[in-house]
């Protein structure tokens, strides 16, 4: 390998592929044309077979570096379930929702995942050694922002200087990098359960009107999680949907340079 290549530049040496199996474009298309933020459910309940295959559907969301770092609470506690909904401001949305989930990204959990990445490494064959590395030194080094985040402010300087030769990675430097690290690959893994429900039937409507201090006291969640979005799930009812789906021109945001 060059010395200017890395795993991100260069191919590595490896003997896996994977077939793409053939996909009905059409039945894709109804999906998403169907994704709807519904605010009414009926009664139908959603079969638990079905809630945990939209669940795992999430969890192969893309994200980055492979680090995982997200975690979903399916709140089924009565009494927890009550709670969720008060701290969501009693929308109607969540009150007459068959499910609720809480879609959290953690910022703290990057080291114990690029672990369990080299220990996965070592028990699979012909992992290319720019993989171990990547996750035995980079990651560490990308990642790590250090005490009241001076290693951060060093980052900056150094990735800085870097860049006015060549293009560099500039960020994470500081801790809201780091959140806004998790809170993107999060965000991806919410969209897979939405998509999902609405695959198997179901529908949902992910809520950002919350008080997201309430629902990590509820959750007993630390400081280096974030919630997300609230998604709830269930069966449109008649009404469910306030109206048409509004979307503006696309020329405001499809732009070809």
């Known amino acids: 390998m060059k010395k200017n290549e890395n795993i991100l ?11 793409a199996p053939k996909i009905n474009a059409q039945e894709f298309q109804k999906v998403i044309d169907s994704r709807r933020a519904v605010r009414i459910y009926d009664s139908t309940p959603i079969p638990e077979e079905v809630v945990m295959t939209c669940l795992h559907n999430a969890l192969l969301a893309p994200n980055s570096s492979n680090l995982q770092p997200w975690e979903l609470y399916w709140v089924k506690s009565p009494e927890k379930k009550k709670a969720l909904v008060y701290a969501c401001l009693n929308q109607i949305a969540a009150k007459t929702a068959a499910e609720l989930f809480v879609v959290v990204a953690r ?3 990057w080291k114990l995942h690029a672990r369990e990445m080299l220990r996965i490494f070592s028990k699979a064959k012909n992992v290319p050694e720019m993989a171990k590395k990547y996750y035995s030194q980079i990651v560490p080094f990308v990642y790590t922002q250090g005490p009241f985040s001076i290693l951060g402010f060093l980052k900056r300087i ?11 990675v500039r960020e994470p430097v500081q801790k809201s990098h780091l959140r806004l690290w998790a809170v993107k690959s999060t965000a991806l893994a919410a969209e897979n359960l939405m998509l999902s429900l609405r695959a198997y039937g179901f529908d949902s409507c992910p809520m950002e009107g919350y008080d997201s201090r309430r629902i990590k006291k509820l959750l007993n969640l630390g400081r280096n999680a974030s919630v997300v979005m609230v998604i709830s799930a269930g069966k449109r009812a008649p009404g469910g949907i306030y109206g048409e789906r509004i979307r503006f021109d696309a020329s405001r945001f499809i732009k070809k340079v």
Do not use: N, Q
Request: charge should be neutral; avoid cysteine; proline fraction near 8%.
């Open 9 to 19: 530049s260069s191919k590595p040496v490896i003997d896996y592929d994977e077939k």
């Open 158 to 168: 150094l990735f800085f200087l870097k860049g006015l030769k060549s293009p560099i």
């Open 107 to 109: 910022t703290d959990t």
